[in-house]
C-alpha cells in the first residue's frame, strides 16, 4: 500500500525566504506526483504536475522536481509572500507499464504561514 | 467554465438521517472522483467514475455509502443512516482523462450530531 508523508508538518518563514517542502513515497511505481495547494475552508489547487518520467517541473516562483528511485519530491518556492499561505499537499498518482490507476494517494499537507 | 460545483456548501443532520451530497464535474471531464477530508486521517479517496461508470469503490467505508453517476453532468454521494463518525468535508474532483491533473470543488461540510 501506497504511503505519502509530508515534512515539515507546518512551517513558519519570513516574507522574502525561499523554501522547501519535502514529499516521500514508499512505492516507487507511481505515474504521476502533483502538488496542491489548500487554503483554509476551500477546495484544492493543483499547483504542478510530474510524470513518472520527469525530473521536475517549474511555474512561475514554484518548483517541483522528482526522483522516483529515491520516491522523493520536493516543492521549492522561491522568495515566500504572505498570499503563499496555506496547506501544501502531495499526491501520488497509481500506476504501471505507462498506464494510471486513476487514484490518488495523499500526503497529510504542511501548513505553511508566510509572515510579514 | 464554473468549475466542479458541489452542493450543499454545508450540511448539519441528526445520525439516523440519509444524507445527499451532489456534484457537477467540469464539463467534458471524463473522470470523477469523491474525496472525504478529516484531520486525523486526511484526505481519502471513496469512489471513482469513468465515463459514468465505478471503476473502484474500494474506498467507500461501509455499505452505508453509496455513489451515483446518472448522467456525465451529475454525481451523487449518499450516506444511510448517517453517522457522527461521518462528519467530514467532502470534496469531488473530475479530470480530462485517467492519470491527469484533478480539478476539485469547494467541498461540502458535514456535520453529523
Known amino acids: 500500500k501506497q504511503e505519502v508523508t509530508q515534512i515539515p508538518a507546518a512551517l513558519s518563514v519570513p516574507e522574502g525566504e525561499n523554501l522547501v517542502l519535502n514529499c516521500s513515497f514508499t512505492d516507487s511505481a507511481i505515474y504521476n506526483l502533483q502538488w496542491f495547494r489548500q487554503d483554509p475552508g476551500k477546495g484544492l489547487t493543483s499547483l504542478l504536475l510530474?510524470?513518472?518520467?520527469?525530473r521536475e517541473q517549474t511555474s512561475g516562483r514554484l518548483n517541483a522536481s522528482l526522483d522516483k528511485s529515491s520516491g522523493r519530491s520536493t516543492l521549492y518556492i522561491a522568495a515566500s509572500q504572505p498570499g503563499d499561505s496555506a496547506t501544501y499537499l502531495c499526491a501520488v498518482g497509481l500506476g504501471s507499464g505507462g498506464t494510471s490507476y486513476g487514484k490518488l494517494t495523499f500526503g497529510q499537507g504542511t501548513i505553511l504561514t508566510v509572515h510579514p | 467554465d464554473a468549475g466542479v460545483i458541489q452542493s450543499p456548501r454545508h450540511e448539519v443532520t441528526e445520525m439516523g438521517q440519509e444524507v445527499t451530497l451532489r456534484c457537477k464535474p467540469i464539463s467534458g471531464h471524463d473522470y470523477l472522483f469523491w474525496y472525504r477530508q478529516t484531520m486525523m486521517r486526511g484526505l481519502e479517496l471513496l469512489i471513482y467514475?469513468?465515463?459514468?461508470?465505478?471503476?473502484?469503490d474500494s474506498g467507500m467505508p461501509e455499505d452505508r455509502f453509496s455513489a451515483k453517476m446518472p448522467n456525465a453532468s451529475f454525481s451523487t454521494l449518499k450516506i444511510q443512516p448517517s453517522e457522527p463518525r461521518d462528519s467530514a468535508v467532502y470534496f469531488c474532483?473530475?479530470?480530462?482523462?485517467?492519470?491527469?491533473?484533478?480539478?476539485f470543488g469547494p467541498g461540502t461540510r458535514l456535520t453529523v450530531l
Open positions: 510530474i510524470q513518472s518520467s520527469q
Open positions: 474532483a473530475s479530470s480530462l482523462g485517467q492519470g491527469l491533473t484533478q480539478y
Open positions: 467514475f469513468n465515463n459514468n461508470v465505478p471503476i473502484d
